[in-house]
């Protein structure tokens, strides 16, 4: 396919959570070009069936493949937990995949904790992906999901703090009360929330700096693989897609992370 140094990176979630990474990526490495799908008309994936999860994922890697991305990175715990296996199987021989919960799980973040909490989306914790590979690695860690399953919705939809504070202390009382020591936020809009999580929990419960972990994943496999862009390109700005007309703040998000220059457009398969 010709990929080179130059060559985008393609991301996508289903809808803004993946931005925070895409946002990352371009403050670890600004000479990256990137290319962000947000399958809004579809979100939320937590809800979703397997299936659909596969079919619908495999779709937009196809997109971002014949974009001539050089590199896809998988920013929705949903899509990597459900159809993880079907998106290496098809491009690993020929983009590099990356995503948003291998790099998590094997980091030595983990160890030093005792018992940790995973919030995440119905589909994540029914795939028991993170149980299984966590235990691989940290097998004495106390693990205890819960499902929320209202949440990437009413964070996607920008809703009000008043609201918003309203389920995370409905969610996140259990956790308090069997006194985790470590939260992982298990959906990337959840990270959208860091601040008042971490406001709930008054500052003693760890979380996991997950964009920072999965992006110097990232910039290290660019590296060895010898397609880290190094030099600014002419045009490197942000290109972003989604399935569904823009929302409003969507469009607020982009231009709150990226800069007022970038818009977003919407396309169909």
């Known amino acids: ?28 490495m600004p000479n990256e070009c ?5 399958d809004t008309k579809n979100m939320p994936y937590g809800n979703k069936s397997k299936d659909f999860i596969r079919n619908h994922s495999m779709k937009i890697a196809s997109f971002l493949y014949e974009k001539k991305c050089k590199a896809i990175v998988i920013a929705c715990n949903s899509i990597v937990s459900n159809a993880l296996d079907v998106i290496q199987k098809k491009f690993l021989k020929k983009i590099l995949i990356f995503n948003v919960i ?14 940790i909490g995973i919030m995440a989306t119905p589909a994540t ?10 235990k691989k690695y940290c097998p004495h860690l106390d693990i205890v999901q819960i499902s ?18 309203y389920f995370i202390k409905n969610y996140l009382n259990h956790f308090k009360s069997i006194k985790i020591d470590t939260l ?46 190094l030099h600014s ?18 469009n607020e998000k982009i ?15």
């Open 1 to 28: 396919m010709g990929i080179s140094p130059c060559s985008p990176i393609g991301i996508f979630d289903s809808g803004i959570g993946g931005l925070l990474i895409a946002k990352e990526i371009k403050n670890y």
């Open 34 to 38: 990137i290319i962000y799908f947000g």
């Open 102 to 115: 291998e790099p998590i799980v094997k980091n030595k973040v983990l160890i030093s904790s005792k018992r």
């Open 125 to 134: 914790i029914r795939s028991n992906f993170y149980q299984k590979n966590i």
């Open 148 to 165: 929320t399953p209202l949440l990437a919705t009413i964070i996607e939809n920008g809703s009000e703090k008043k609201k918003i504070n």
């Open 184 to 229: 992982l936020l298990a959906c990337t809009h959840y990270l959208f929330l860091k601040k008042e999580i971490d406001n709930f929990f008054h500052g003693k419960v760890r979380l996991i700096d997950i964009q920072k972990i999965v992006v110097q994943e990232i910039q290290k496999k660019l590296y060895e693989n010898n397609l880290l862009c």
């Open 233 to 250: 390109t002419w045009n490197n700005n942000p290109i972003f897609y989604t399935s569904s007309s823009i929302s409003p703040f969507f």
């Open 255 to 269: 231009q709150i992370l990226f800069g007022k220059k970038n818009t977003c457009e919407e396309t169909s398969f």
